[in-house]
C-alpha cells in the first residue's frame, strides 16, 4: 500500500501587495496627480464630482488609504493635534468636553493622538510628544509644561501649543479653566447660608490635585476677611473612606462640606445618612458639576454649575492658531513671546434641599 509523503509545513501566507495611488490612478482613469487632489481634499484644484466619486469608489476597492507620513513631507507638517492623557477621573462633564473637542478636531480634518504621558515629567514629556511632530499640543494639565518645553515643541512643528489651567505659560495659548472659581462659588454659598465651619474635600486618588487644590483655594478666598474656618477633608472614593470621614465631622466641628464634585457629594451623603446625619440640619452638603444624578437625589443636591465652552469652540480656536502667525502681537502692536489666553468656563451657585 502507497502511503502519501507528508505535506512540508505551511510557510507563513502570502502577503498582499500594498496598493498605490498608481494603482488607484489606473482603475479609475485618471493622474496620479488627481488622486493626491481628491484624497487630500485638496480645493485649489477643481475636480469633478464625477470624477472624485470614480477615486474615492477605486481607492475603496483596492484598499488604499493615502500614507500619512508622506503627505506631511509634502505638506511641510502634519495634521496630528496630540492629547496628552493621565490617569485622572475627570468625571462626566469633563468627559462630554473631551469627546466633543475630538470629534470637533476630525470634522476639522485632524488627526487626534491621545499621548499615554504617565510618568513623563514637563521637558521629558514635551520632548516626546515632539518626536510625533504634531501641529498642535492641548495639554490639559496632567504635565506642568515649561517655556523650555514649548519651544522643543515648536522648533518640532507644532504651529499651536494650548495649556488648559490657571498658570500661564511663557510661549503657549493659556486657556483657562480656573478651579478657584468653582470653589469660590462654593464657598460663598454656604457662607451666605450661614455656615461658618466649612469642609472641604479633598479626593485623594492620583490626579485630581490637579482640580481640587485650586477648588480649596477658591473657597479660602471666599471665607478670608470673615470669621468662617475651612478644614480639609482627605476622602477616597470609597465607602470605608466616606463612612471614616462621617465618624470623624463631629469632633471637627464641621457644620456644612463642599464636597469637591456631585459624585463625591453623592458619596458622602449615603455616609451622612447611613449614619443618621440629617442633611442639611446637621450638616449641609454641596457639590459641584451639576450632574443629573445631583437631581435625583433625596435631599436634592445643591450645587456649582460650571458653564464650559463647547469643545467645538476649542477646536476651532486649535484650528485658528495652527493657520496663524507663530507670534501675537501685544496692545502697543510690538511682537510677544507670551500668547494671549482666554476663559473657557464660568460657574455659578445651584441652591437645592442639601444646603
Known amino acids: 500500500m502507497t502511503q502519501t509523503p507528508p505535506r512540508p509545513p505551511a510557510g507563513p501566507p502570502a502577503r498582499c501587495p500594498v496598493p498605490t495611488s498608481a494603482d488607484v490612478a489606473r482603475l479609475a482613469g485618471v493622474s496620479r496627480a488627481t488622486v493626491s487632489y481628491v484624497l487630500n481634499n485638496t480645493s485649489a484644484v477643481r475636480i469633478s464630482e464625477p470624477t472624485r466619486r470614480r477615486v474615492r469608489e477605486a481607492a475603496e476597492e483596492l484598499g488604499y488609504v493615502p500614507h500619512a507620513a508622506a503627505r506631511s513631507l509634502r505638506a511641510g507638517r502634519t495634521r496630528i493635534v496630540l492629547l496628552p492623557t493621565a490617569h485622572v477621573p475627570v468625571g462626566p462633564l469633563y468627559g462630554h468636553f473631551l469627546n466633543e473637542l475630538q470629534w470637533a478636531l476630525r470634522r476639522l480634518d485632524y488627526t487626534v493622538v491621545q499621548y499615554a504621558s504617565m510618568g513623563l515629567r514637563g521637558d521629558e514629556a514635551a520632548r516626546a510628544w515632539a518626536e510625533l511632530r504634531p501641529v498642535a499640543v492641548v495639554s490639559f494639565g496632567a504635565v506642568d509644561l ?210
Open 146 to 355: 515649561t517655556p523650555f518645553g514649548v519651544d522643543i515643541l515648536k522648533r518640532s512643528g507644532a504651529r499651536a501649543v494650548i495649556t488648559l489651567g490657571t498658570r500661564p505659560v511663557e510661549g503657549a495659548h493659556n486657556v483657562v479653566m480656573d478651579q478657584r472659581r468653582v470653589g469660590a462659588c462654593a464657598g460663598a454659598h454656604l457662607l451666605e447660608r450661614g455656615y461658618r465651619r466649612l469642609g472641604v474635600v479633598m479626593p485623594e486618588e492620583p490626579g485630581l490635585n490637579v482640580f481640587s487644590a485650586p477648588r480649596l483655594e477658591g473657597v479660602r478666598g471666599a471665607a478670608a476677611g470673615t470669621d468662617a474656618k475651612v478644614v480639609p477633608l482627605p476622602l477616597a472614593y470609597t465607602e470605608e473612606s466616606a463612612a471614616a470621614l462621617t465618624a470623624r465631622l463631629p469632633s471637627l466641628g464641621v457644620d456644612a462640606v463642599f464636597a469637591y464634585n456631585d459624585e463625591y457629594a453623592s458619596l458622602l451623603l449615603r455616609a451622612l445618612l447611613d449614619a443618621g446625619v440629617s442633611v442639611p440640619d446637621d450638616t449641609a452638603l454641596m457639590g459641584a458639576d451639576d450632574l443629573l444624578l445631583g437631581k435625583l437625589l433625596r435631599p436634592r443636591l445643591s450645587t456649582v454649575q460650571v458653564d464650559m465652552e463647547t469643545g467645538q469652540h476649542l477646536a476651532e480656536l486649535v484650528d485658528r492658531l495652527v493657520g496663524g502667525p507663530d507670534r501675537t502681537p501685544d496692545d502697543h502692536g510690538h511682537e510677544s513671546g507670551h500668547v494671549p489666553g482666554h476663559d473657557l468656563m464660568a460657574a455659578r451657585a445651584v441652591r437645592r434641599e442639601s444646603t
